[in-house]
Every structure is written in C-alpha cells, then in structure tokens.
C-alpha cells in the first residue's frame, strides 16, 4: 500500500490565561507620581490592568492600559504615602496571575 502525503497542520488556542507580567518596579517621580515598568510575557493579551494599595493588602484598579505597554505613570498621590502596585494581563474575561508588588513612598 503507498502512503499519501501528510496534511496542511492547524493549530489552535486553548481559552488559557495570558501570562503574568513580572519583575514590576515603582520608582517616584514626584510628590504626587510614580513611574510603573514591568516585563510583558504574554503574546495575547488584550491590555494590562493595574492596581493600586495604601496599606499594602487592599487593591483597587486604577488604570487599564493596551497590549504590549509595559510602563504606567500612577499620578494624583498623596505626598509622604507608602503605596503598592501590582499589574496582571487580561484578555477577553481570562486574567493572569498578579505580577510582584512593587512600593515606593512619596516625599513629603
């Protein structure tokens, strides 16, 4: 018996996370700002959400941001306030796992 050829290959997606930013950094900027960068290791995401804390356990989302960013600048802050950020990716309903937490106090 003679073998035929091999068919075209497809390939699909599974409906899994995006992968989770890593190693976020929070330097201040100012007495009101401070500048967010962290590593982008998702291929699919549809944008990256950060979040912010003032005591260091409670979160709220402050800013979304598009596909491929990997920098934030978080402004309106109090002066003389520890804060803490964390980031995740999104895509459709699916979020990542959150990135490190990363601080910074502003100066008074």
């Known amino acids: 018996a003679v073998a035929s050829t091999w068919s075209n290959v497809a390939t699909a997606k599974t409906n899994a996370r995006p992968a989770a930013p890593s190693a976020l950094t929070a330097a201040t900027q100012s007495r009101s700002t401070v500048a967010l960068t962290w590593a982008d290791r998702s291929d699919d995401e549809t944008g990256f959400q950060i979040q912010r804390s003032a005591n260091g356990s409670t979160f709220t989302n402050v800013a979304k941001v598009g596909p491929n960013v990997t ?5 309106s802050l109090k002066a003389n306030t520890k804060y803490s950020f964390r980031v995740r990716a999104y895509r459709g309903g699916r979020n990542s796992t959150f990135s490190n937490t990363a601080t910074a106090t502003t100066p008074r």
């Open 71 to 75: 920098s934030y600048s978080a402004g």
